[in-house]
């Protein structure tokens, strides 16, 4: 469960992992707002906007692009306009349909898409 709650981290050259409770409220929004990492020089996790965010709004992080069932899954929240949604299919080809090259040889186009 705490996996969806740690930030990935470098602190003197060694990557770990941290909790960080207060950037971990901040809400998901694309493109992202604002770039954190975490500083030797200041001895601290810092959140940086990434351009002027204006007084007395909300500031937010972005998750990254992700399908619904892992911001669900990770964060306990969807997006309801999602353009990163994905949904797995199965599909079988009959081989005796008079068509099954065709549709095979377009479902093998698509492998990469």
Known sequence: M????????????????????YADMLNHKR???????????????????CDDIPRGSQVYDSYG?????????NYGFINLNNDANEVPLSLALDKNDPGYEVKLKLINSQKDF
């Open 65 to 73: 692009r992700k399908c619904n069932s892992r911001f669900f899954l």
């Open 31 to 49: 493109p992202r707002q604002t770039t954190w990492y975490y500083s030797d020089e200041r001895g601290g996790f810092v959140i940086e906007a």
């Open 2 to 21: 705490v996996s969806s709650r740690i930030f990935g981290i470098t602190v003197n050259n060694v990557k770990t992992d941290g909790f960080v409770p």
